[in-house]
């Protein structure tokens, strides 16, 4: 990408990404870069190179300003793995959207998602999470967390907010868990997403004849007051929606409460007050900052940032996981506190894209650590910490199992 | 009402700019709410009670979209 300033590129600096110190601190070179250089030149996989930017504050400015584009369609956008195609005839979507098409976008599904809305589908999540742990609490022990909460409890809750039906639950659980699980052998997984989307295309096909109480019923009707019905957009909406909720929130299950338990007297002091769980929260997304690399740019215009030039058709990489530990705005950044209390952490983005399913994921992740921790009161890893593999390499930080014991 | 500094505060709400994130809700729903249809700010107080300034600013401050702002009573147009 653009021609090469050795002046300004750091030749000490190693290739993006980075690959975390511990499974809970991030790179060592995000305070380094922080410190001394908080918007540096950075190479990436492929030969091209990258503006990380590292201080919460500049992160926060990145996404903030309609100069740095989110379409991964564009060549120039930074592709952090080596390879790894443009696809330029992806449908569009939201994710990827710029002004100002992304306002009428999301002003058209955000609807689904306010927090009066989310806390209306709380005993249905209620009872989702009491099942899966009902299944956990059956199973042989020592059992796999992942597969018996982290991933079933968000991909049912996407089958309740999308209105699949109650007989359709097992083939939709299995397939987006197929889809994510690393076990799964490339074919199957292919044939996993492939199911899925067709299931999803037949699933938008029978709200068109019969709209019913739910996300997709509703956007039918709303798009049948103004015109034609988008299929295709909406199973495409489908599909982010499970893209981006499944994994994330599974990942955060898992992460979340290894966390806790590794830090026992925090996990006290919530198992003792149900008050506390909202901000622990908060203070795990921040320490977790799983999708750090999902809040990249591209520069379509010349934009100064912290004091540097970024020019038109350069990319840039807003680092989530060193903007929510910078020393500036979180005292103590690397002390895992969960009466904390700092809500401005950058784990689900900031400005136009900041996360849709945001307040969705919240509840979530309330509802299976309270109810978790209260039925399981000596829950405990069957392995050590250091034992468990981490997502070391994957784009959205988390674990492929979590062996537990009770 | 009166700011513990003497001033009486006003919110103000640029729909235009709204993600509907619901950060502002989550702060304080007795300040703010969203609209059922496109999840955008509806605001639920005009003046801030002086209780309530520190969680005003915090929502400001929360805002993905930078749409909301406190100003001075006086100044408010
Ligand atoms: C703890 C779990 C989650 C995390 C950490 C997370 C993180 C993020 C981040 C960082 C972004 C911003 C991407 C960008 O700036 O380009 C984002 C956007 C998004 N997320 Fe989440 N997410 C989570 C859960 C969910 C859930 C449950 C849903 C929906 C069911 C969801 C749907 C979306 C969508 C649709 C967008 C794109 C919004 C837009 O472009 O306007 N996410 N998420
Ligand atoms: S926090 Fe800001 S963007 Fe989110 S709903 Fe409130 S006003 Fe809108």
């Known amino acids: 990408m653009g021609d090469p300033v050795t002046d300004v590129t750091t030749q000490s600096t190693p290739v993006f990404p980075l690959p975390r110190t511990c499974p809970f601190a ?13 918007v540096a030149r950075v190479p990436l996989p492929n030969g091209d190179w990258a503006w990380a930017v590292s201080r919460h504050e500049d992160v926060r400015s990145v996404l903030t300003d309609s100069r740095f584009s989110s379409d991964r369609t564009n060549p120039l956008f930074p592709r952090l793995v080596k390879g790894e195609r443009v696809s330029t005839d992806a449908a569009p979507s939201l994710i990827n959207m710029d ?3 992304h306002g009428p976008a999301r002003r058209a599904v955000v609807g689904e998602f306010t927090v009066k809305r989310m806390q209306a589908m709380r005993p249905r999540i209620q009872q989702i999470v009491d099942g899966c742990l009902d299944d956990l609490l059956a ?8 597969r018996h909460v982290s991933l079933p409890v968000p991909s049912l809750v996407i089958c309740e907010l999308l209105g699949v039906s109650y007989a359709d639950h097992d083939f939709f659980q299995s397939r987006t868990s197929l889809m994510i699980a690393r076990a799964t052998p490339h074919e199957e997984r292919m044939q996993a997403f492939g199911e899925l989307n067709d299931f999803l295309g037949t699933l938008v096909t029978a709200k068109e004849a019969a709209p019913g109480d739910d996300l997709l019923g509703r956007q039918i009707l709303r798009q049948r007051e103004t015109g034609e019905v988008d299929h295709a957009g909406l199973v495409s909406l489908a599909f982010l929606l499970l893209v981006a909720g499944h994994e994330t929130t599974a990942n955060m299950i898992s992460l979340g409460t290894v966390l806790l338990l590794e830090n026992p007297g925090q996990l006290d002091r919530l198992r003792r007050d149900p008050e506390r769980t909202l901000p622990a929260v908060e203070e795990l997304l921040r320490y977790c900052t799983i999708a750090d690399l999902a809040t990249s740019r591209v520069a379509v215009a010349d934009v100064e940032v912290g004091g540097v030039l970024i020019r038109a058709g350069e990319g840039v990489l807003a680092l989530g996981n060193a903007a929510n530990r910078d020393p500036e705005v979180f005292a103590e950044p690397h ?13 689900f983005g900031y400005g136009i894209h900041q996360c849709l399913g945001q307040n969705l994921a919240r509840l979530e992740l309330q509802v299976v650590f309270d109810t978790l921790f209260r039925r399981f009161p000596g829950l405990r890893l069957a392995v050590p910490m250091a034992e468990l593999p981490f997502k070391d390499d994957a784009f959205v930080y988390g674990l492929h199992e979590v062996p537990v014991t009770w | 009402m009166v700011s513990a500094g003497g001033v009486a505060m006003r919110l103000v709400a640029d729909v235009t700019r709204c993600v509907g994130a619901g950060q502002c809700v989550l702060t304080d729903a007795a300040m703010f709410d969203q609209d059922d249809a496109d999840g955008t700010v509806v605001l639920r107080v005009d003046t801030v009670p002086a209780a309530a300034q520190a969680a005003a600013a915090e929502a400001v401050a929360l805002c993905p979209g930078q749409a909301l702002a406190l100003v001075p009573e006086e100044r408010a147009p």
């Open chain 1, 335 to 347: 002390e895992f506190d969960i009466d904390r209390g700092a809500r401005h952490h950058v784990a």
């Open chain 1, 139 to 146: 199973a042989p022990r020592p059992a796999d967390l992942v």
């Open chain 1, 99 to 101: 002004p100002p098409e």
């Open chain 1, 26 to 38: 991030p790179p060592a070179e995000y305070d380094r870069l922080r410190a001394t250089e908080p």
